[in-house]
């Protein structure tokens, strides 16, 4: 019998990818990856916890509540909103030196800025000084695009419009007299913040830009005004500003107000009496809102926050506890691999 | 143009009133045109340039999901609820609309290139009296075509005239239902005598009526009108386009239907989809998540309506109420933002990604090395690129017998001449020796005529028959005479046997190896180079063979005058007709008998008688009379031929081996070991299936019994069926348990489930044609199924083309469980439609199984490899792909969900909107197409050591509602730890240098990077197969997710576009934090810890035979040599037959004058010519045992 030579023009190519034998590595869930993988990371993660709560617990807060819903609050008068430029006082003592630097936080709570009309009621054109869209604010803005007169507002938007007023002044009672501790509020927005996403228009002088323009309807004082004391911390790129537009996740949030790590207090506040000077202009209780002021300082991971010390000792235990109750059903239950 | 044309021209059709006759004249274009009848161009592409976009668009917008996205887009577009920026639906749908596009517009060119290919052909055609070659496109209705010899037929004509004696003219319609055997049509004696002159075919002018175009192949009705005469025209008359012209020289016709109104087009494009049971659990899902989103955004919408009620209304000093917005006006726009912001949770890519998925894994038949046959050079063929998964669920195989289970190629295996068997090798001690392929095989080199495709090995058989042996020479003349084979000779010396079964052939071929040559048959002689003397026998008489009789004989007489009676049959009937001399021969051939039955072949006992002259003259006459009464004809002969059929003298016994294909019997087994029943649908008879049945391992000699069902009543059917079932299940009610139940869309479709039951012990169920029918009645299907679903093996046998569907269908019905037919003929085309699957053996002749079928391969035995590799892979790597896919989706949207109670359910998304974007389309689309194509449990060798693997496929393990009820629960889990973990760890913390982090745009970056990476590790521990290509998909989303959101968040990007960018600087200022890595290191862990903890547990618990199987390939590395299969075991009770096929023979075609007429006129060969017969092709395999090619032992 002649073998005849076979025409294989259609047969398929011999590749590891055509026929699935591509080199592969094929690992399984087994006792001796799983057990001791429990165990490592338990390990790890309680270690972890453990840093991450000495840490936590290292950190020094001080938060005070000055909303004055209780009629014993010292900024309780000031809660009337017929009372213009009202001035209250809080006290307060620190028994411990509060290590610096010491970051002057101010806190709203049930304040919700992740709305999402109101986040969505920004004008970013207009921010990044782009003149064209302080004629015309973006549609977006509504209602505080324009004001009953048909003047574009600038900076337009709820949010902007609804930018934290009050202000601190804080002394420290030394000898009876007040001392005032010096508030650093440079470069307290994000970098990216003051130099790429806001600009101020370049036209100087910058109040020029805002001609044929009104402030927002709650604002005292026009963009271009909002630092008296130093002429390059106006307009967007106001710091106080940029802090208050990075809108807040959640509806209790912290933004920070100051810094205070000059004069003598470069060490951080010293233990003693202070008082804080507070400048109540910011209505939150029609809506239940609260203000608070917080002192902190932070270390490497941050500000206070004991949640994550906290829970990665949780589940580092959970995990060693996993790992024992898989050796026990490993131990006993395993199947025979007979079969 | 689609749908949109054929409407209007519908609609143009009733004004125009429905064609209900065609009335045509020939050679009178003006008349013809006034009808308006199609012309001969086809159309079969659906678009043109200007047409495409509208008509596609439209097309892809009538799918519910492209629609859905649509609405969604529309709703974004609403200033109101627009919660979502419009890009994050519009890229998506763009860009899945565009894929679409690009396919359909691909496929049409294709189809324009062959119509434009089709329209250009060239034909002649009759116009002002002379002949022009013209494009086919430009043939009218009426119009004269002349057609030459391997022509395709260009429309459906009426044959005219043909060079051919008889006006006969013969074509091949291969390409219209898929039989390669010539056909012969015939012209009108009226127009035939036109032959091929010009003038006085331009002349002609007869009329045609005829019925209005439709789409049955075998049935024509019209009348020709000439000269006032009018003439019936039928089929025979007709040629249909698709045709090809053979063996005729040339042929006129008058085109009756043109283009699309030709029977051939009206055929087409009627093809039913079908989709997989995945498919329909995927649209009751879907339907079930558009449920969940209405119920999720109505919760939210409600919370809506309270939060206005007690927070919104108060935060109204720095956030003002739209004017006439109240708290219901706005929880119901809220409802729609969350409809806009939860739609992931349907996402568009799931379809593209389930069509990619299964075209890939489509792909991976079409290149498998082990499914591609080298003899034919046929590799497997996914013909349909969306059945995949159901591969792996396949529940019940039917499979035909003849060319499927068996090679259709018979072999001259063994004889028994005069108590002496040949065919058998012995060693010196006497034992038998295996035959393979080095024996030794008889030399037939001294025989001019004998065929070389013919292999015998025992070499005392040829000796015999040289030496003289009177037994041996009338044995083989018998072979070479009794038979109706019809021979042809090309060249001299070049035979060829047309047989009308291949046991025929295979025994004149036998004939004619050992030195007994049929040479060439007329109507009354039969030429036979006996040793090589050419005798001429006077052929008297055929007594034919049908289904009663089983067998047949001829009556001829020797040139020196004698008067003989040659007859084959099964062996039961010869035997009541020997003579009673013959008992001790008897008794030795029956031993034989008994032997080639055990080993599986088909036997067939010869017996021959002398005739005495006178009274062979006076039975001849009463023959002749017989044969031409008008009454009662067939009881006539029968008693005729009952007469003369006795007293016979016994010569012996032929043995044909009807060849199984390679590796049937492990492939069977291997599937019944899967869990697979395979029931097996034959039109052979019963004996010959039961053989099969056998010699294929499917009937057992274990098995506790083989139930018969062969009764001709109703009733006694129904009593035989209840009686293999309590035998098999005594205790089992007489009312099978049936489960309704409500399925499909809607739960519109109710079904009834047929409980299976447990029977201890095999069994096997052979029932025949006639019990069938009564057993397929709606009164006694139940009682079928049950009996046949209890038994391990089901053979129906002499079963129609119309039963074996609906066989199918019976279980289709009533199991709810996947069926996959195979079969390689035209017959079995309606079971290959009905079932689920339907697979086409290619390569053999006729494609009309392949071209009906949804995969194709060459061998039966590669249906294991499709089965247990890639059909239990596709369905593995769908059910994860899905599983992980509504995971995915879910958690991604779920996050939303919770935030809402943050965020007074104000419709805002947790993720940047870019990232909502992305997400599916960009972030992980490429990881889990990678795991839905790469990935294996266990290797293919493996696969087939454990088909039990199969089994989980076939219960709907993978994915089922209950899977997908734990995969919401896992989102819903995985979803609160995305966002809880991040909110406690960000809650009042700021950055290390004092600044804010726990703004909206770090939070939305810590959550969907925590989100991303989370479902980046689920999706590595649902990945068994780690290639280079999954790890660098993994790792390639994960390094691109950084690198886009670095990019997107960069100045650059902030200063071209800056509003739509204004997540600048996130990345860079929150990405340094250790306090974000740190959270986002806790919430990986506590996604994914309990997951690994949960699988670890639940494989030592309650390990899946997945799961074993893969602790053994550890363990292993190589899996265990398959077992030897044991030799085939030596039954006893014998299992013969009269092995022809059951039609009815071909005993008038021989010896009608008419068809061999043409014969000495023309020095060609007509009748018989393509090249292709199966015995000419289908030569006998060169070795004699199955080899053991089982793919265990041939990869790497």
Same mark, same amino acid.
């Given at each position: 019998?002649?073998?005849?030579?076979?025409?294989?023009?259609?047969?398929?190519?011999?590749?590891?990818?055509?026929?699935?034998?591509?080199?592969?590595?094929?690992?399984?869930?087994?006792?001796?990856?799983?057990?001791?993988?429990?165990?490592?990371?338990?390990?790890?993660?309680?270690?972890?916890?453990?840093?991450?709560?000495?840490?936590?617990?290292?950190?020094?807060?001080?938060?005070?509540?000055?909303t004055?819903?209780?009629?014993?609050?010292?900024?309780?008068?000031c809660t009337d909103p017929n009372v213009k430029s009202c001035l209250?006082?809080?006290?307060?003592?620190?028994?411990?030196?509060?290590?610096?630097?010491?970051?002057?936080?101010y806190?709203l709570?049930n304040y919700y800025q992740n709305f999402r009309k109101y986040g969505v009621s920004i004008d970013y054109n207009q921010l990044f000084g782009d003149l064209s869209y302080f004629t015309s604010p973006s549609e977006k803005c509504s209602p505080y695009q324009y004001d009953n007169n048909n003047n574009p507002i600038v900076p337009c938007g709820a949010m902007a419009n609804s930018m934290f007023s009050d202000t601190f002044?804080?002394?420290?009672?030394?000898?009876?007299?007040?001392?005032?501790?010096?508030?650093?509020g440079?470069?307290?927005a994000?970098?990216?913040d003051s130099?790429i996403k806001y600009r101020n228009p370049s036209v100087t002088p910058l109040q020029m830009a805002f001609n044929n323009t009104v402030k927002p309807l709650l604002w005292a004082n026009p963009a271009y005004q909002l630092d008296p004391a130093d002429a390059n911390n106006n307009g967007f790129i106001n710091q106080d500003f940029l802090v208050w537009m990075r809108r807040a996740?959640?509806p209790?949030f912290?933004k920070?107000y100051?810094?205070?790590?000059?004069?003598?207090?470069?060490?951080?506040?010293?233990?003693?009496?202070?008082?804080?000077?507070i400048a109540y202009n910011y209505p939150v209780l029609s809506f239940g809102g609260?203000k608070?002021?917080?002192?902190?300082?932070?270390?490497?991971?941050?500000?206070?926050?004991?949640?994550?010390?906290?829970?990665?000792?949780?589940?580092?235990?959970?995990?060693?506890?996993?790992?024992?109750?898989?050796?026990?059903?490993?131990?006993?239950?395993?199947?025979?691999?007979?079969? | 143009?689609?749908?949109?044309?054929?409407?209007?021209?519908?609609?143009?059709?009733?004004?125009?009133?429905?064609?209900?006759?065609?009335?045509?004249?020939?050679?009178?274009?003006?008349?013809?045109?006034?009808?308006?009848?199609?012309?001969?161009?086809?159309?079969?592409?659906?678009?043109?340039?200007?047409?495409?976009?509208?008509?596609?668009?439209?097309?892809?917008?009538?799918?519910?999901?492209?629609?859905?996205?649509?609405?969604?887009?529309?709703?974004?577009l609403i200033p109101q609820i627009s919660s979502?920026a419009w890009?994050?639906?519009?890229?998506?749908?763009?860009?899945?609309?565009?894929?679409?596009?690009?396919?359909?517009?691909?496929?049409?060119?294709?189809?324009?290139?062959?119509?434009?290919?089709?329209?250009?052909?060239?034909?002649?055609?009759?116009?002002?009296?002379?002949?022009?070659?013209?494009?086919?496109?430009?043939?009218?209705?009426?119009?004269?075509?002349?057609?030459?010899?391997?022509?395709?037929?260009?429309?459906?004509?009426?044959?005219?005239?043909?060079?051919?004696?008889?006006?006969?003219?013969?074509?091949?319609?291969?390409?219209?239902?898929?039989?390669?055997?010539?056909?012969?049509?015939?012209?009108?004696?009226?127009?035939?005598?036109?032959?091929?002159?010009?003038?006085?075919?331009?002349?002609?002018?007869?009329?045609?009526?005829?019925?209005?175009?439709?789409?049955?192949?075998?049935?024509?009705?019209?009348?020709?009108?000439?000269?006032?005469?009018?003439?019936?025209?039928?089929?025979?008359?007709?040629?249909?386009?698709?045709?090809?012209?053979?063996?005729?020289?040339?042929?006129?016709?008058?085109?009756?239907?043109?283009?699309?109104?030709?029977?051939?087009?009206?055929?087409?494009?009627?093809?039913?989809?079908?989709?997989?049971?995945?498919?329909?659990?995927?649209?009751?899902?879907?339907?079930?998540?558009?449920?969940?989103?209405?119920?999720?955004?109505?919760?939210?919408?409600?919370?809506n309506?309270?939060w206005e009620?007690?927070e919104g209304s108060a935060f109204t000093a720095f956030l003002p109420r739209e004017p006439g917005i109240d708290a219901?006006l706005s929880?119901?726009l809220s409802?729609?933002s969350?409809?806009?912001?939860?739609?992931?949770?349907?996402?568009?890519?799931?379809?593209?990604?389930?069509?990619?998925?299964?075209?890939?894994?489509?792909?991976?038949?079409?290149?498998?090395?082990?499914?591609?046959?080298?003899?034919?050079?046929?590799?497997?063929?996914?013909?349909?690129?969306?059945?995949?998964?159901?591969?792996?669920?396949?529940?019940?195989?039917?499979?035909?017998?003849?060319?499927?289970?068996?090679?259709?190629?018979?072999?001259?295996?063994?004889?028994?001449?005069?108590?002496?068997?040949?065919?058998?090798?012995?060693?010196?001690?006497?034992?038998?020796?295996?035959?393979?392929?080095?024996?030794?095989?008889?030399?037939?080199?001294?025989?001019?005529?004998?065929?070389?495709?013919?292999?015998?090995?025992?070499?005392?058989?040829?000796?015999?028959?040289?030496?003289?042996?009177?037994?041996?020479?009338?044995?083989?003349?018998?072979?070479?005479?009794?038979?109706?084979?019809?021979?042809?000779?090309?060249?001299?010396?070049?035979?060829?046997?047309?047989?009308?079964?291949?046991?025929?052939?295979?025994?004149?071929?036998?004939?004619?190896?050992?030195?007994?040559?049929?040479?060439?048959?007329?109507?009354?002689?039969?030429?036979?180079?006996?040793?090589?003397?050419?005798?001429?026998?006077?052929?008297?008489?055929?007594?034919?063979?049908?289904?009663?009789?089983?067998?047949?004989?001829?009556?001829?007489?020797?040139?020196?005058?004698?008067?003989?009676?040659?007859?084959?049959?099964?062996?039961?009937?010869?035997?009541?007709?020997?003579?009673?001399?013959?008992?001790?021969?008897?008794?030795?051939?029956?031993?034989?008998?008994?032997?080639?039955?055990?080993?599986?072949?088909?036997?067939?006992?010869?017996?021959?008688?002398?005739?005495?002259?006178?009274?062979?003259?006076?039975?001849?006459?009463?023959?002749?009379?017989?044969?031409?009464?008008?009454?009662?004809?067939?009881?006539?002969?029968?008693?005729?031929?009952?007469?003369?059929?006795?007293?016979?003298?016994?010569?012996?016994?032929?043995?044909?081996?009807?060849?199984?294909?390679?590796?049937?019997?492990?492939?069977?087994?291997?599937?019944?070991?899967?869990?697979?029943?395979?029931?097996?649908?034959?039109?052979?008879?019963?004996?010959?299936?039961?053989?099969?049945?056998?010699?294929?391992?499917?009937?057992?000699?274990?098995?506790?019994?083989?139930?018969?069902?062969?009764?001709?009543?109703?009733?006694?059917?129904?009593?035989?069926?209840?009686?293999?079932?309590?035998?098999?299940?005594?205790?089992?009610?007489?009312?099978?348990?049936?489960?309704?139940?409500?399925?499909?869309?809607?739960?519109?479709?109710?079904?009834?489930?047929?409980?299976?039951?447990?029977?201890?012990?095999?069994?096997?169920?052979?029932?025949?044609?006639?019990?069938?029918?009564?057993?397929?009645?709606?009164?006694?299907?139940?009682?079928?199924?049950?009996?046949?679903?209890?038994?391990?093996?089901?053979?129906?046998?002499?079963?129609?083309?119309?039963?074996?569907?609906?066989?199918?269908?019976?279980?289709?019905?009533?199991?709810?469980?996947?069926?996959?037919?195979?079969?390689?003929?035209?017959?079995?085309?309606?079971?290959?439609?009905?079932?689920?699957?339907?697979?086409?053996?290619?390569?053999?002749?006729?494609?009309?199984?392949?071209?009906?079928?949804?995969?194709?391969?060459?061998?039966?035995?590669?249906?294991?490899?499709?089965?247990?590799?890639?059909?239990?892979?596709?369905?593995?790597?769908?059910?994860?792909?899905?599983?992980?896919? !509504?995971?995915?989706?879910?958690?991604?949207?779920?996050?939303?969900?919770?935030?809402?109670?943050?965020c007074g359910?104000s419709a805002q998304?947790?993720?940047?909107?870019?990232?909502?974007?992305?997400?599916?389309?960009?972030?992980?689309?490429?990881?889990?197409?990678?795991?839905?194509?790469?990935?294996?449990?266990?290797?293919?060798?493996?696969?087939?050591?454990?088909?039990?693997?199969?089994?989980?496929?076939?219960?709907?393990?993978? !994915?089922?509602?209950?899977?997908?009820?734990?995969?919401?629960?896992?989102?819903?889990?995985?979803?609160?730890?995305?966002?809880?973990?991040?909110?406690?760890?960000?809650?009042?913390?700021?950055?290390?240098?004092?600044?804010?982090?726990?703004d909206y745009q770090?939070?939305?970056?810590?959550?969907?990077?925590?989100?991303?990476?989370?479902?980046?590790?689920?999706?590595?521990?649902?990945?068994?197969?780690?290639?280079?290509?999954?790890?660098?998909?993994?790792?390639?989303?994960?390094?691109?997710?950084?690198?886009?959101?670095?990019?997107?968040?960069?100045?650059?990007?902030f200063?071209?576009f800056t509003s739509s960018f204004p997540?600048v600087?996130?990345?860079?200022?929150?990405?340094?934090?250790?306090?974000?890595?740190?959270?986002?290191?806790?919430?990986?862990?506590?996604?994914?810890?309990?997951?690994?903890? !949960?699988?670890?547990?639940?494989?030592?618990?309650?390990?899946?035979?997945?799961?074993?199987?893969?602790?053994?390939?550890?363990?292993?590395?190589?899996?265990?040599?398959?077992?030897?299969?044991?030799?085939?075991?030596?039954?006893?009770?014998?299992?013969?037959?009269?092995?022809?096929?059951?039609?009815?023979?071909?005993?008038?075609?021989?010896?009608?004058?008419?068809?061999?007429?043409?014969?000495?006129?023309?020095?060609?060969?007509?009748?018989?010519?393509?090249?292709?017969?199966?015995?000419?092709?289908?030569?006998?395999?060169?070795?004699?045992?199955?080899?053991?090619?089982?793919?265990?032992?041939?990869?790497?």
């Amino acid at each position: 019998m002649v073998k005849q030579k076979q025409e294989t023009a259609n047969q398929p190519d011999n590749t590891a990818f055509t026929q699935q034998r591509l080199p592969a590595w094929q690992p399984i869930i087994s006792a001796g990856i799983v057990i001791p993988g429990f165990l490592i990371i338990g390990l790890a993660f309680i270690g972890i916890g453990v840093a991450l709560f000495v840490t936590s617990q290292s950190i020094q807060v001080l938060e005070m509540d000055y909303t004055g819903v209780d009629k014993t609050s010292p900024c309780n008068r000031c809660t009337d909103p017929n009372v213009k430029s009202c001035l209250c006082q809080m006290d307060f003592s620190i028994d411990t030196l509060f290590k610096g630097p010491v970051f002057f936080y101010y806190g709203l709570s049930n304040y919700y800025q992740n709305f999402r009309k109101y986040g969505v009621s920004i004008d970013y054109n207009q921010l990044f000084g782009d003149l064209s869209y302080f004629t015309s604010p973006s549609e977006k803005c509504s209602p505080y695009q324009y004001d009953n007169n048909n003047n574009p507002i600038v900076p337009c938007g709820a949010m902007a419009n609804s930018m934290f007023s009050d202000t601190f002044k804080l002394f420290q009672i030394v000898n009876g007299t007040n001392k005032e501790v010096p508030l650093d509020g440079k470069g307290i927005a994000w970098w990216t913040d003051s130099n790429i996403k806001y600009r101020n228009p370049s036209v100087t002088p910058l109040q020029m830009a805002f001609n044929n323009t009104v402030k927002p309807l709650l604002w005292a004082n026009p963009a271009y005004q909002l630092d008296p004391a130093d002429a390059n911390n106006n307009g967007f790129i106001n710091q106080d500003f940029l802090v208050w537009m990075r809108r807040a996740a959640l509806p209790n949030f912290r933004k920070l107000y100051r810094r205070i790590t000059s004069g003598d207090y470069t060490q951080g506040l010293p233990a003693g009496n202070y008082t804080l000077q507070i400048a109540y202009n910011y209505p939150v209780l029609s809506f239940g809102g609260r203000k608070t002021v917080v002192f902190s300082n932070v270390s490497w991971m941050g500000g206070k926050n004991d949640f994550l010390g906290i829970a990665y000792l949780v589940i580092g235990s959970m995990c060693i506890i996993m790992s024992i109750v898989m050796l026990i059903v490993y131990a006993k239950f395993r199947f025979s691999e007979e079969e | 143009m689609g749908s949109v044309v054929s409407y209007f021209s519908q609609l143009c059709g009733t004004k125009q009133k429905q064609e209900e006759e065609r009335h045509l004249r020939a050679n009178d274009r003006p008349f013809n045109l006034s009808y308006r009848y199609a012309n001969n161009a086809i159309k079969t592409s659906k678009y043109n340039v200007f047409t495409f976009l509208p008509l596609n668009l439209f097309e892809q917008f009538r799918r519910l999901a492209n629609a859905y996205f649509l609405v969604l887009f529309l709703l974004q577009l609403i200033p109101q609820i627009s919660s979502l920026a419009w890009f994050t639906t519009a890229i998506p749908l763009m860009l899945v609309l565009a894929i679409t596009a690009v396919k359909d517009a691909s496929d049409d060119i294709n189809r324009h290139k062959s119509d434009n290919q089709v329209n250009n052909r060239r034909v002649d055609v009759l116009i002002d009296e002379e002949l022009r070659n013209e494009k086919w496109m430009n043939v009218q209705v009426g119009d004269m075509i002349k057609l030459e010899n391997n022509q395709f037929v260009t429309a459906d004509l009426l044959l005219l005239s043909s060079s051919e004696p008889l006006n006969l003219v013969y074509i091949e319609t291969a390409e219209l239902d898929g039989e390669t055997n010539l056909k012969v049509k015939q012209a009108l004696t009226v127009t035939g005598e036109m032959g091929d002159s010009i003038d006085v075919l331009a002349g002609f002018r007869g009329e045609v009526r005829c019925e209005p175009p439709n789409n049955r192949l075998d049935k024509f009705k019209g009348t020709l009108t000439v000269n006032g005469q009018t003439y019936a025209l039928d089929n025979d008359k007709v040629l249909l386009r698709g045709c090809t012209l053979r063996n005729t020289e040339w042929c006129f016709g008058l085109v009756i239907f043109g283009g699309p109104d030709t029977k051939l087009m009206q055929n087409s494009g009627k093809t039913t989809f079908k989709r997989t049971s995945i498919d329909h659990l995927m649209n009751v899902l879907v339907l079930c998540i558009f449920g969940f989103l209405a119920s999720m955004c109505s919760i939210l919408a409600i919370g809506n309506a309270v939060w206005e009620g007690r927070e919104g209304s108060a935060f109204t000093a720095f956030l003002p109420r739209e004017p006439g917005i109240d708290a219901a006006l706005s929880s119901f726009l809220s409802f729609w933002s969350y409809v806009i912001i939860l739609n992931t949770v349907v996402p568009i890519s799931l379809y593209v990604s389930v069509e990619i998925i299964r075209l890939g894994n489509s792909f991976y038949i079409d290149w498998d090395r082990k499914m591609y046959y080298p003899k034919s050079d046929t590799p497997a063929q996914a013909r349909t690129t969306t059945l995949n998964e159901e591969l792996g669920q396949i529940k019940y195989i039917f499979s035909d017998k003849t060319g499927t289970l068996t090679q259709n190629i018979m072999t001259f295996n063994k004889c028994s001449i005069n108590g002496k068997v040949y065919g058998e090798l012995f060693d010196f001690s006497g034992q038998r020796v295996e035959i393979t392929e080095k024996t030794e095989r008889v030399d037939f080199s001294w025989n001019q005529l004998a065929d070389p495709k013919f292999i015998f090995h025992d070499h005392s058989l040829m000796e015999t028959v040289r030496e003289g042996n009177p037994e041996a020479h009338a044995f083989f003349r018998l072979l070479a005479l009794c038979h109706t084979v019809m021979p042809e000779e090309k060249k001299e010396g070049e035979l060829y046997y047309q047989a009308q079964s291949p046991d025929e052939g295979a025994l004149v071929t036998a004939a004619r190896n050992f030195g007994f040559v049929f040479r060439s048959r007329t109507p009354e002689t039969i030429t036979v180079m006996e040793m090589g003397i050419q005798v001429t026998y006077e052929l008297l008489a055929v007594l034919d063979f049908n289904n009663v009789r089983k067998r047949m004989s001829v009556i001829v007489r020797s040139p020196k005058g004698k008067l003989t009676l040659y007859c084959k049959g099964a062996d039961t009937i010869i035997y009541e007709r020997l003579h009673p001399s013959c008992k001790t021969l008897m008794d030795v051939t029956t031993r034989h008998l008994h032997e080639y039955a055990g080993d599986g072949l088909r036997t067939l006992v010869l017996a021959y008688k002398d005739l005495d002259v006178d009274y062979m003259d006076e039975w001849g006459e009463r023959h002749h009379e017989a044969s031409t009464a008008m009454e009662g004809r067939e009881e006539r002969l029968d008693e005729l031929y009952e007469e003369i059929e006795k007293d016979m003298l016994l010569l012996g016994a032929t043995a044909v081996e009807d060849k199984l294909q390679d590796g049937v019997p492990q492939t069977i087994e291997q599937l019944a070991k899967a869990g697979i029943k395979i029931w097996v649908l034959t039109g052979d008879k019963q004996e010959t299936a039961e053989n099969i049945g056998y010699s294929c391992n499917m009937l057992r000699e274990e098995m506790k019994e083989v139930f018969i069902v062969a009764a001709n009543t109703a009733e006694g059917v129904k009593e035989e069926l209840q009686n293999a079932r309590r035998k098999m299940c005594p205790e089992a009610a007489e009312k099978p348990s049936v489960i309704k139940a409500r399925a499909g869309l809607f739960w519109l479709q109710k079904t009834e489930t047929i409980q299976d039951e447990t029977v201890n012990g095999e069994y096997g169920l052979v029932i025949n044609g006639h019990s069938l029918a009564f057993a397929l009645e709606k009164n006694l299907q139940w009682e079928l199924l049950r009996t046949a679903c209890m038994c391990q093996t089901v053979i129906c046998c002499r079963v129609t083309p119309l039963q074996k569907a609906q066989v199918v269908q019976l279980v289709k019905k009533y199991k709810q469980a996947v069926t996959l037919a195979i079969g390689d003929g035209a017959n079995d085309v309606s079971m290959i439609k009905a079932a689920h699957i339907g697979v086409g053996i290619s390569g053999q002749e006729g494609m009309q199984a392949v071209l009906s079928s949804d995969y194709s391969f060459a061998q039966f035995r590669y249906l294991q490899r499709l089965l247990l590799v890639h059909g239990r892979w596709s369905y593995l790597r769908m059910c994860k792909f899905l599983r992980y896919f !509504f995971y995915k989706n879910f958690t991604f949207t779920f996050v939303h969900f919770w935030y809402a109670f943050f965020c007074g359910f104000s419709a805002q998304t947790v993720y940047d909107e870019w990232f909502i974007t992305l997400y599916n389309l960009v972030y992980t689309a490429l990881p889990v197409l990678g795991l839905s194509l790469f990935d294996q449990d266990v290797n293919d060798r493996w696969s087939f050591q454990y088909p039990q693997l199969y089994c989980p496929g076939q219960l709907s393990l993978y !994915f089922n509602k209950k899977a997908f009820v734990q995969c919401m629960l896992h989102s819903c889990y995985s979803s609160l730890i995305l966002l809880y973990i991040p909110w406690a760890a960000m809650q009042d913390t700021v950055r290390d240098d004092g600044k804010d982090i726990a703004d909206y745009q770090s939070f939305a970056l810590l959550a969907q990077t925590c989100l991303l990476i989370v479902v980046n590790i689920q999706l590595c521990l649902d990945t068994y197969y780690w290639t280079a290509v999954n790890q660098f998909f993994v790792w390639g989303s994960l390094a691109a997710y950084f690198a886009i959101t670095f990019t997107m968040y960069s100045n650059g990007m902030f200063f071209i576009f800056t509003s739509s960018f204004p997540f600048v600087g996130t990345a860079r200022n929150s990405l340094n934090q250790p306090n974000v890595w740190l959270t986002i290191f806790l919430t990986l862990l506590l996604c994914i810890l309990p997951v690994v903890a !949960f699988r670890f547990i639940l494989i030592q618990l309650r390990p899946t035979i997945n799961d074993k199987v893969r602790r053994k390939v550890r363990k292993e590395k190589l899996p265990a040599p398959a077992p030897r299969r044991p030799p085939a075991r030596r039954i006893s009770t014998r299992r013969s037959g009269y092995a022809f096929s059951h039609s009815h023979g071909y005993g008038d075609l021989v010896t009608s004058r008419r068809f061999l007429l043409k014969r000495p006129l023309r020095n060609r060969a007509v009748l018989f010519t393509q090249t292709d017969s199966p015995l000419a092709e289908n030569q006998p395999q060169h070795y004699r045992t199955i080899k053991e090619v089982s793919e265990e032992s041939t990869s790497p």
